[in-house]
Nanobody, 122 residues
C-alpha cells in the first residue's frame, strides 16, 4: 500500500504563491503517477495536475496550466505543486492521490491524502 500526506496549504493574497507537498510512503515503487485534485465547497473534485513518478512527464488541468507547476523528488518520495499567480477561484481543499498515467479522472485514483486547505483572498 501507498500512503500520501499533503502539506503546505494556507492563506495567501491574490497574485501570490504557495507550494504544496505530497509525501509518499509505503510501496512507493508501485506508484505510476501522482495527481493533484482540488475541491471547493459544493463543487465536484477537479483535476489540477499530475506527474509520472519515474519518467517525470506532467499534465495539467486547463484552469491552472501556465500558473501551476508539478514536480517530484524521487529521493525524498515527494511530489510538489508550485502555485503562482493565485486567484480567489483557486480556493479549495487540495488532495494528492496515485493513479494511472495521463489520467485526469478522480475515480481512477486511489490512496488519497487527507487534503490541505488553500485560501486565496481578493
Amino acid at each position: 500500500q501507498v500512503q500520501l500526506v499533503e502539506s503546505g496549504g494556507g492563506l495567501v493574497q491574490a497574485g501570490g504563491s504557495l507550494r504544496l507537498s505530497c509525501a509518499a510512503s509505503g510501496r512507493t515503487l508501485s506508484i505510476n503517477s501522482v495527481g493533484w485534485f482540488r475541491q471547493a465547497p459544493g463543487k465536484e473534485r477537479e483535476f489540477v495536475a499530475a506527474i509520472a513518478w519515474n519518467a517525470g512527464h506532467t499534465w495539467y488541468g486547463d484552469s491552472v496550466r501556465g500558473r501551476f507547476t508539478v514536480s517530484r523528488d524521487i529521493v525524498k518520495n515527494t511530489v510538489y505543486l508550485q502555485m503562482d499567480r493565485l486567484k480567489p477561484e483557486d480556493t479549495a481543499a487540495y488532495y494528492c492521490a496515485q493513479g494511472p498515467y495521463t489520467s485526469r479522472q478522480a475515480r481512477q485514483y486511489d490512496s488519497w491524502g487527507q487534503g490541505t486547505q488553500v485560501t486565496v483572498s481578493s
